[in-house]
């Protein structure tokens, strides 16, 4: 189980969703 890969797509994710929420 890689955690960190695991982390850094959630990070991402939440990213993601920041952006959107941020853009609109």
Same mark, same amino acid.
């Given at each position: 189980?890689?955690?960190? %890969? @695991? *982390?850094? *797509?959630?990070?991402? /994710? /939440?990213?993601? @969703? =920041? *952006? %959107?929420? %941020? =853009?609109?």
């Amino acid at each position: 189980m890689d955690i960190p %890969l @695991v *982390t850094k *797509t959630r990070d991402m /994710l /939440l990213a993601s @969703v =920041g *952006t %959107l929420e %941020l =853009g609109f």
